[in-house]
């Protein structure tokens, strides 16, 4: 907890037996009042790993429902539970806990609602293994994504975000994909409704285990996205009616 506000983070996980504990142990309790991890059916250990460190809340899907509705099992019951701040962070330890710090402290401060861990600012993405494609493909998206929606954000596909419950209640996040494009189209409605998003640099791993998307599923979503951004750009500047953007 900062400044009376309740900080919860939430574990979207899949098969992360072996990066679990190492994620679990970095992040810092003294600020994190609850942990939820959510298991999309694994098939390895996750479910059983969750349960012997104690995770507060450990949800699992009876099916493997995807990415996206992994994290809106995630997201709604952090709201359930009454949360001022909610961190995504994936226990695949493809991203630090030790952020955790900087981004509540922005948005317990109320100096911004949305923090992204990008980690294009600076060297951090290529040092840390990211593929080269990944990366020319990363600064191309971003490059469309910000004239189509008139931001300044140095990337858009990180998956460690931090949210005041004000945004993610707000946000229409049930109409969006199960699948990896979740994430882009998050961002998408928070520029929608007008927030201001913070970003900090984020040094970041690539190995076996992290970053499970490959070459195929990463041009489906550099698609998604595409079209992502185009129904922002319809819906906002045109006025056109988009379910994605429309509260139920």
């Keep these: 907890m900062i400044n009376n506000k309740k900080i919860i983070v939430v574990l979207p996980a899949f098969n992360a037996e ?91 401060n109320d100096l911004y609602e949305v923090v992204l861990g990008s980690r294009i600012l600076g060297k951090g993405a290529l040092k840390g293994g990211m593929p080269l494609y990944k990366y020319f493909f990363n600064r191309l998206l971003t490059l469309v994504q910000n004239i189509l929606m008139g931001q300044k954000l140095s990337e858009y596909h990180t998956g460690y975000r931090a949210f005041s419950s004000k945004v993610l209640n707000q946000i229409p996040f049930k109409n969006n994909s199960d699948d990896f494009i979740f994430d882009n189209q998050v961002i998408a409605q928070v520029c929608f409704e007008g927030y201001e998003i913070a970003e ?35 819906a906002y500047y045109l006025n056109v009616n988009i379910k994605l953007f429309k509260k139920n």
């Design 18 to 108: 072996k990066t679990l504990k190492q994620t679990f142990d970095e992040i810092p309790l003294d600020i994190v009042d609850e942990i939820i991890l959510v298991d999309d059916n694994s098939s390895d250990t996750t479910y059983e790993l969750a349960k012997k460190l104690k995770i507060n809340h450990i949800i699992r899907h009876d099916i493997n429902s995807g990415y996206g509705a992994n994290q809106k099992t995630c997201y709604n019951k952090a709201l359930e539970l009454k949360a001022d701040i909610i961190v995504m962070l994936h226990p695949d330890y493809q991203y630090t806990p030790k952020l955790l710090y900087s981004m509540c402290y922005l948005i317990a």
């Design 200 to 234: 900090i640099t984020c040094p970041t791993k690539y190995f076996k285990e992290a970053s499970s998307i490959n070459f195929k599923r990463s041009c489906i979503y550099g698609i998604g996205v595409l079209v992502t951004s185009l129904k922002f750009f319809m």
